[in-house]
């Protein structure tokens, strides 16, 4: 089972929904949490429809940077308790298989705001006691090295992420992919940080350990998408080409050939 999360950074510009298209096609993700949609709640809901997802939840705005979405298929059991602008909470499962939480999340930009987040993932992790995955864009970095470019973070500023992280239980479920999952140019040159990344606490981590985390490379966005695999990455064998005689027989070969 796979799950995308992505800062889509507005869906207005067609080329983004067809890379959308792409990657729902390629991952085909049970589920799927889209930030900065820059979207109202109609487009989205058409937008579910036309990837071919049974259910969605649409978050409330924030303001220009639209609503959060949720979408996700039958194959999911999906009961969403509670959303914001800069959230959404549910509970994956039922009372007979098993439940865990998944909590998608999108953090606040500005520094003197970033505490409003931290303050929602506590108020969250007081709710409930259930195995938790919690994934999205929380604008913030954990450590120094996930930040290439002008200056260093603040240590206080990432030192209130990590201690948010310990007070709710969370592990970092690591990446597989560049390093790097949002860029930006600002003034005096271009930015790469780690903004993007699911967190999961050890009940969660237990139903499903050999859970791998990959960053798609997406350009429509300046950030990438996550894509969670549940069962972790199966390696596909690497296959040498072989040229087949019988395509010389076809008229376009040497044609295609000279225009490559």
Sequence with gaps: MNWVCWNVRGLGNRRTVRELEVVTRAQDPAAMFLAET???EARLRKLCSDLKFDHCWISPSAGKSGCLALFWKNSACIDVVSSSPNHIDAIVGDAD???WRFSGVYGFADAE???ETWSLLRDLHRRSSLPW??????NEILWSHEKLGLSPRQESLMSAFRDVLDECG???LGFVGDKFT?????????VLERLDRAIATNGWFALYPGTKVRHLNTHSSDHKAIVIKFDGIVPC??????????WLKDNGCSKT???A
């Design 182 to 190: 949002w860029k930006g140019k600002r003034a005096g040159g271009l």
């Design 170 to 172: 969370f592990m970092d």
């Design 133 to 138: 995955l919690c994934a999205g864009d929380f």
């Design 257 to 259: 050939v000279v225009s």
């Design 38 to 40: 820059w979207s109202a």
């Design 113 to 115: 705001r970033k505490h």
């Design 97 to 99: 298989n098993g439940q």
């Design 237 to 246: 064998p690497n296959r040498p080409f072989k040229f087949e005689q019988m």
